[in-house]
Antibody
Framework: QVKLQQSGAELVKPGASVKLSCKTS????????MSWFKQIPGQSIEWIGM????????GYNQKFKGKATLTVDTSSSTAYMDLSSLTTEDSAVYFC?????????????WGQGTLVTVSS | DIQMTQSPASLSASLGETISIECLAS??????LAWYQQKPGKSPQLLIY???SLQAGVPSRFSGSGSGTQYSLKISSMQPEDEGDYFC?????????FGAGTKLELK
């Protein structure tokens, strides 16, 4: 079965960077798209961007350009998201979610989420 | 960006009651519309995709409808396990955008 296992909670200082991971199994990683999302607890969900694991091609929400960088490691079927120059406004739960080989933009498979807390 | 206006913000329903949640897109989205349920501390669960297709494993009391800019999610008989937050999401244009959510509670 399809599984997306995200890395653990992070407590980081303002101005620092953090790299989140999303390790996948149960499907062909290299021919699928992966998206990342941000959700501040109690609020709605924002789409950060997507990456095609086959060639590493990316597309970003303009709001997160310069903030988030998406990469993949096909050898370990893992997707990564780097968040840079963190501020308290970046404190949120971040999810990865798998799209299909054709990115219709509907997400049936999600990671469990990684809580990022930015605090001095 | 396409704005998704979701209503109501909160809803309290009795056991067995039929409820509807609405989503209005700021422009036509050609049925590129999904509905998710989210419970506290959990990931979103896909209920409906393509405006009216039921995701595998989702109970048949959930249904979706709509076209153009107006879409709705219906729960035909409220059950205790249906409590949670519900979000609509468009994937017609980048960036994908979500509604603000509807909190559904059992009365």
């Amino acid at each position: 079965q399809v599984k997306l296992q995200q890395s653990g909670a992070e407590l980081v200082k303002p101005g620092a960077s953090v790299k989140l991971s999303c390790k996948t199994s149960g499907y062909t990683f290299s021919t699928s798209y992966m998206s990342w999302f941000k959700q501040i607890p109690g609020q709605s969900i924002e789409w950060i961007g997507m990456i095609y694991a086959g060639d590493g091609g990316t597309g970003y929400n303009q709001k997160f350009k310069g903030k988030a960088t998406l990469t993949v490691d096909t050898s370990s079927s893992t997707a990564y998201m780097d968040l840079s120059s963190l501020t308290t406004e970046d404190s949120a739960v971040y999810f990865c979610a798998r799209d299909g080989s054709t990115p219709y933009g509907w997400f049936a498979y999600w990671g469990q989420g990684t809580l990022v807390t930015v605090s001095s | 960006d396409i704005q998704m206006t979701q209503s109501p913000a909160s809803l309290s329903a009795s056991l067995g009651e039929t409820i509807s949640i609405e989503c209005l897109a700021s422009e036509g989205i050609s049925s590129y519309l999904a509905w998710y349920q989210q419970k506290p501390g959990k990931s979103p669960q896909l209920l409906i995709y393509g405006a009216n297709s039921l995701q595998a494993g989702v109970p048949s009391r959930f249904s979706g409808s709509g076209s153009g800019t107006q879409y709705s999610l219906k729960i035909s008989s409220m059950q205790p396990e249906d409590e949670g937050d519900y979000f609509c999401q468009q994937s017609y244009k980048f960036p994908y955008t979500f509604g603000a959510g509807t909190k559904l509670e059992l009365k």
